[in-house]
């Protein structure tokens, strides 16, 4: 609020004007990150399907036979990854029946694969907001896959100790655990980095592969947290899962959905309404005029640490208390990574994070049917993650690539501070 | 960083306080393992026992016979802690001026006594676990050397670890194609050349956030082998069974006692590694192209002023870099258990960097560190041999030891080692 007011010299239509513009812009390449990546992503499924690569062994007899593979093969792979992750064709089928006097069933049926996609971007909203505040912070937390392992084990853990509780008591002490067992596996990164100058690029990670150990010690077979004979935490109880709102079969969507949007706008709130992330944000964009002006650096550190934890611990706990109602070993799966992809993708701003998320949570939906039916490895969403990632961060590729103009004073976020402090 | 690089007076002693600080912490931080070292395993003694430590190999190539070191746990122990003590107690006083050979000293005295605790009233072949040290280190070290190559230029390169990914993919991939793990190894260090290309054009050309870079590279990495992992060699398995370098015993050098087993009975991967660390330790201090790469890692604009050509340096480095790396990752599959699995390397790159740090960006010291890492994974592995009346903690517990130390080495040597004065900064021409 304070900076608003400082600006107020300049003419109110020509800001306006320039801001709708970098709207646009900030749009642009974004999207044709995700685009190039989702091109390379398909040239990379058909040359490695071993049948077009036969057909291109013949493409001086056959050119059209080589190419119609090609086509082929990237058709049927990215043709079920949108089956399986909107199902518009699905719906559209089914809201004819139901326009025609047929009932309602077909229709939910058709809605599953949206609704899937819907449920699969919840964790990837916390968790993207988990890195996006740190980046708003000039930190870079790659823990996250840790803090949303820790956050899913306090929850389970409470979910399944106190039967006899009403939900309205058992299922938030469960959230909280799950908040409060991520913001501690956070902050100590944050401590460490405050106070010794440890790089929370390396510890975040080490603290990763820590709770990997401690978890495989917790879940083996006769360990700590471990069921019975099975290598994976208790059920947890009904008081404590989070409610779905759909009967239908293979529908799961739920209301963690509800909390994770209203989590965005809290985080956005803090982060643009309130001193604490003007501070926040003053830190991650100019580290030396925040000493100068006399925040305390070393607090907000491990401030943002714990919140970034917390927030990835949400994605661990809403995931377990919803949809798996236990935990095992590779819990996460990933989840770390493409939390990082997506704050990138989200230029680190909560709408552009829930966004994002939006589209990673339909991208990983699709790709389970994408694995199933094509036969393509899911981890081709990494390596597409991956390249938004270096598009984003390096826009000039991207620009080149189309043609477009450098728009002014655009920057990218810089974390590199070398290994001290 | 730029606390100590202040030089007005106020400051300075600002610093200074702030050195002495972590000097008290680094201290009371020895004493600490001091205690540990009598409340978890003196206590746990009696003046009866002894431990054995086997210094002569069960393999076939024997070296000149020594006798078996017999030791009496309880003195030992309390030896051990008095020295650990006394250099807390040093540092408290009076301070060392390397702290992280220090620090490094004090893990090693831990470790030590952890063994001769571990193995009371018992034997256990102490070579076994040095010449195991030497294995386990010697990803870590490739990881490290990676680092102070791309660092000494002045970029940092977190992608080290989907370069050993990759590496030890291609690696694999290759040698069970060609049926000849040297192919393997070259196919990888192209690999390795092409990945640290990318981080230098990404890094120098693009002037990316180097840590966004790397890590975009690292989730490239793990994406790309878990894929070509899955699409290709679980379908097929033959072409994840590449074997494994032999062991090379080194004539005449083998045969010392006591050392030949540990260092000169290895893979030629591992003989690599020693040439690389002695080759990089002479090139950096006593080359025209070691002399540059440091004026560029500390200042560039100097450089540059005096017609050194800064870009055509990192480029070179941080490619070089990747190579490196990659060979580290290379062993871990064709050097070691002969296939891929899916994040084969689990944190070795990072493990890497803290050496590098730890090892102040000297191969050498590097090498050094990456011991003692090696020495806490030989640990781990070995003292399962025991069983769980020796040593009664789980066996995931000591798997964190590795990362744990890490930690340490990060948070208590960072800030008091010096870091290239232009690590991590892009250099803009002007």
């Not at chain 1, 990933?334 to 939390?339: A, E, N, Q, T, V």
């Not at chain 2, 690999?191 to 790397?214: E, H, K, M, W």
């Amino acid at each position: 609020m304070d900076e608003s007011s400082s600006h107020s010299v300049t003419p109110k239509s020509k800001d306006a004007k320039k801001k709708s513009s970098s709207w646009a812009s900030a749009m642009v390449v974004p999207l044709l990150a995700v685009f190039t990546a989702l091109v390379i992503g398909a040239l990379l499924i058909a040359f490695t399907d071993p049948v077009v690569l036969d057909a291109w062994k013949h493409f001086f007899a056959d050119p059209m036979g080589a190419l119609a593979a090609t086509w082929q093969s990237i058709a049927v792979a990215y043709g079920a990854l949108l089956s399986g992750s909107l199902g518009l064709v699905e719906i559209w089928k089914a809201l004819g029946v139901w326009l025609h006097g047929g009932g309602t069933e077909a229709l939910a049926v058709a809605m599953v694969p949206l609704s899937e996609s819907l449920t699969a971007s919840v964790p990837f909203i916390f968790a993207g907001l988990a890195v996006a505040v740190g980046f708003q912070g000039g930190l870079f937390n790659i823990g996250a896959e840790g803090q949303l392992l820790v956050g899913a084990l306090s929850a389970v853990y409470v979910g399944y100790s106190f039967p006899g509780l009403p939900i309205y008591i058992h299922l938030p002490m469960a959230l909280i655990a799950g908040f409060i067992g991520g913001a501690i596996w956070g902050a100590i990164p944050g401590l460490l980095k405050a106070y010794t100058g440890g790089h929370e690029v390396i510890t975040t990670i080490m603290m990763n592969w820590i709770i990997i150990s401690i978890s495989a010690w917790l879940l083996k077979v006769g360990g700590p947290m471990s069921r019975g004979e099975l290598p994976i935490t208790p059920e947890v109880l009904p008081s404590a899962q989070i409610p779905k709102f759909f009967s239908t079969q293979g529908n799961r969507f739920h209301a963690g959905f509800f909390l994770a949007l209203i989590t965005a706008f809290l985080i956005f709130w803090l982060l643009y309404k309130s001193t604490k992330g003007f501070e926040i944000r003053m830190l991650g964009a100019n580290f030396k005029a925040a000493v100068y002006s006399g925040i305390n650096v070393k607090h907000l550190w491990v401030f943002v640490m714990a919140l970034s934890g917390a927030l990835a611990g949400m994605a661990g706990t809403v995931q377990a208390l919803a949809i798996d109602h236990w935990v095992g070993m590779g819990f996460s799966g990933g989840m770390g990574f493409d939390s990082i992809a997506l704050a990138l993708l989200g230029r680190s701003h909560p709408l552009g994070v829930v966004l994002a998320a939006l589209l990673f949570g339909t991208l990983r939906n699709g790709a389970t049917r994408m694995q199933s039916v094509a036969h393509i490895p899911i981890d081709i969403i990494t390596i597409i993650q991956a390249l938004v990632i270096v598009f984003i961060a390096a826009p000039e590729i991207i620009r080149w690539l189309y043609r477009l103009r450098q728009p002014e004073g655009e920057e990218a976020p810089i974390f590199t501070t070398s290994w001290g402090s | 960083m730029t606390a100590t690089t202040v030089n007005t007076h106020t400051d300075s002693t600002a610093a200074l306080k702030k050195e002495r600080r972590r000097a008290i912490a680094f201290g009371v931080f020895f004493l600490i393992v001091a205690a540990a070292i009598l409340v978890l395993f003196i206590f746990n003694t009696d003046s009866q026992m002894v431990s054995t430590l086997k210094l002569n190999p069960t393999t076939r190539n024997k070296p000149i016979h020594v006798p078996d070191l017999v030791l009496p746990t309880q003195l030992t122990l309390i030896v051990l802690m008095i020295i650990t003590g006394a250099i807390g107690a040093y540092q408290l006083g009076r301070g060392f001026k390397n702290a992280a050979t220090a620090l490094g000293v004090v893990f090693l005295l831990f470790i030590a006594a952890f063994l001769v605790w571990a193995t009371r009233n018992k034997a256990i072949n102490l070579l076994g676990i040095l010449s195991f040290t030497v294995a386990a280190a010697t990803p870590i070290a490739f990881a490290g050397l990676s680092g102070v190559m791309c660092e000494r230029s002045g970029v940092i390169n977190i992608a080290i670890e989907g370069q050993m990914l990759v590496g030890a993919m291609i690696a694999v991939l290759v040698a069970s194609v060609t049926g000849s793990q040297w192919f393997g190894l070259g196919a990888a260090i192209i690999s390795g050349a092409v990945l640290g290309a990318v981080l230098a054009v990404l890094a120098i050309r693009f002037i990316v956030d180097q840590i966004i870079a790397g890590v975009a590279i690292n989730i490239f990495g793990l994406g790309i082998t878990s894929f070509i992992s899955q699409r290709y060699m679980q379908p097929n398995p033959e072409l994840n069974t590449g074997g494994v370098f032999p062991r090379i015993a080194i004539p005449f050098l083998s045969k010392i006692p006591v050392i030949g087993p540990i260092f000169f009975n290895q893979n030629a991967i591992v003989y690599i590694l020693f040439l690389t660390v002695l080759v990089m330790h002479f090139m950096l201090w006593y080359t025209q192209w070691g002399l540059r790469t440091q004026a560029v890692g500390e200042h560039p604009r100097a450089a540059d002023t005096l017609g050194i050509n800064v870009f055509r340096i990192r480029y070179i480095n941080v490619i070089i870099g990747g190579m490196i790396a990659s060979i580290g990752g290379a062993y871990l599959t064709i050097g070691s258990v002969g296939r891929f699995d899916e994040n084969i390397t689990a944190g070795k790159g990072f493990i890497g960097l803290a050496a590098m740090i730890f090892g102040q960006w000297t191969p050498l010291g590097t090498y050094g560190a990456s011991l003692i890492f090696g020495f806490s994974d030989a640990l781990q592995a070995k003292l399962q041999i025991l069983g769980k009346v020796q040593v009664p903690i789980p066996s995931e517990w000591l798997l964190i030891l590795p990362y744990l130390i890490t930690i340490i080495v990060l948070a208590g040597v960072v800030g008091r080692t010096v870091p290239p004065a232009a690590d991590g900064q892009p250099y803009i021409k002007e």
